[in-house]
């Protein structure tokens, strides 16, 4: 897709001239911007009327506007940058409904994406590997903690991997022959990620990848992938597809350990209870209760 959207245009620079020139001068230079523009909103950065921007983009072999938007979307969409994409919800006015239809669309695809064998062969990894390393950075942070939080429940030798101590060089040392390794990780992917997913190979590590297509740079480390689209209505990546897979794997997982997992959450709670961490809903409006016990 890459190619033959950029050849169009290439192609259609060599003969371009006048008004057709200016038009195809922002879209090489600017693709960001112009993939969601409005037609007219690109004739005006353009300088050029709405009905050249047409003529233009008929003229080098695309359906029209809306075809030439789709296939420059689907090449940008990898690299857009945080600013471009509120700049696209500014100009489109996303609403509450908008947000959750983009969200309802994000989870159907989900479901396209993963088959439920593909989810129990990677829950059966999880159960069966001798220690998990859970990271994810920026925003995929918080499903990985979710993750490694539900997983450290019912499951002993789970580890969450962060930078926020600046050690994770260090942390990569835990990491054993037979361990798996679970990074999660969307566009734009984080370097450190990255360079952990090569380390765990090295280490000898079985990896899972929970990331956004077949071709990212993390799914072509990994033993197995799943798949999340991870597109929002605004500036930022979308975690709900991400929370449904990591979610679905917990479910898979406490079926696969069976009551050695439940043991594990009992003993949980015994400590729990011991130590009275957690307050009950109908003690919540004691005024007391912190200096009882």
Same mark, same amino acid.
């Given at each position: 897709?890459?190619?033959d959207? $950029?050849a169009?245009?290439?192609?259609?620079?060599?003969? +371009?001239?006048?008004?057709?020139?200016?038009?195809?001068?922002? &879209? &090489?230079?600017?693709?960001?911007?112009?993939?969601?523009?409005? *037609?007219?909103?690109l004739?005006?950065?353009?300088? =050029?009327?709405?009905?050249?921007?047409?003529?233009?983009v008929?003229?080098?072999g695309?359906?029209?506007?809306?075809?030439?938007?789709?296939?420059?979307?689907?090449?940008?969409r990898?690299?857009?940058?945080?600013?471009?994409?509120?700049?696209?919800?500014?100009?489109?006015?996303?609403t509450?409904?908008?947000?959750?239809?983009?969200?309802?669309?994000?989870?159907?695809?989900?479901?396209?994406?993963?088959c439920?064998?593909?989810?129990?062969?990677? +829950?059966s990894?999880?159960?069966? +590997? @001798?220690? =998990?390393? =859970?990271?994810?950075?920026?925003?995929?942070?918080?499903?990985?903690?979710?993750?490694?939080?539900?997983?450290?429940?019912?499951?002993?030798?789970?580890?969450?991997?962060?930078?926020?101590?600046g050690?994770?060089?260090?942390? +990569?040392k835990?990491?054993?022959?037979?361990?798996?390794? =679970?990074?999660?990780?969307?566009?734009? $992917?984080v370097?450190?990620?990255?360079l952990?997913?090569?380390?765990?190979?090295?280490?000898?590590?079985?990896?899972?990848? *929970?990331t956004?297509?077949?071709?990212? @740079?993390?799914?072509?480390?990994?033993?197995?992938?799943?798949?999340a @689209?991870?597109?929002?209505?605004?500036? /930022?990546?979308?975690?709900?597809a991400?929370?449904? *897979?990591? #979610?679905?794997?917990?479910v898979?997982v406490?079926? /696969?350990?069976?009551?050695?997992?439940?043991?594990?959450?009992?003993?949980?709670?015994? *400590?729990e209870?011991?130590?009275?961490?957690?307050? #009950?809903?109908?003690?919540?409006?004691?005024? #007391?209760?912190?200096?009882?016990?």
């Amino acid at each position: 897709m890459r190619g033959d959207f $950029y050849a169009k245009i290439r192609e259609f620079t060599l003969t +371009a001239k006048g008004a057709r020139k200016k038009v195809v001068t922002f &879209l &090489l230079q600017k693709p960001e911007e112009a993939a969601f523009m409005t *037609i007219e909103g690109l004739a005006t950065a353009s300088g =050029v009327s709405a009905g050249m921007v047409s003529r233009t983009v008929r003229e080098m072999g695309f359906d029209g506007f809306a075809d030439m938007q789709s296939q420059i979307r689907q090449v940008v969409r990898k690299n857009i940058s945080s600013s471009i994409r509120i700049r696209r919800a500014r100009q489109d006015g996303s609403t509450f409904r908008d947000c959750v239809r983009w969200e309802m669309h994000n989870l159907a695809q989900l479901m396209k994406l993963n088959c439920e064998e593909t989810i129990r062969k990677a +829950a059966s990894m999880l159960a069966k +590997a @001798p220690a =998990v390393h =859970v990271l994810g950075l920026r925003s995929s942070f918080a499903p990985a903690y979710s993750l490694a939080f539900g997983l450290g429940q019912i499951k002993q030798n789970v580890n969450l991997m962060d930078l926020s101590s600046g050690l994770l060089a260090e942390q +990569a040392k835990r990491l054993s022959p037979k361990d798996l390794m =679970v990074i999660i990780s969307f566009p734009r $992917y984080v370097r450190e990620s990255l360079l952990m997913a090569q380390e765990a190979k090295t280490a000898g590590c079985d990896l899972l990848a *929970i990331t956004d297509s077949f071709s990212s @740079p993390l799914a072509m480390q990994a033993d197995m992938a799943l798949l999340a @689209p991870f597109e929002s209505s605004s500036y /930022f990546n979308s975690t709900v597809a991400m929370y449904g *897979i990591t #979610n679905s794997l917990l479910v898979t997982v406490a079926q /696969f350990l069976g009551e050695k997992g439940v043991q594990q959450l009992e003993r949980l709670s015994t *400590i729990e209870t011991r130590w009275k961490l957690l307050i #009950n809903s109908e003690d919540a409006w004691r005024p #007391n209760l912190l200096d009882e016990g």
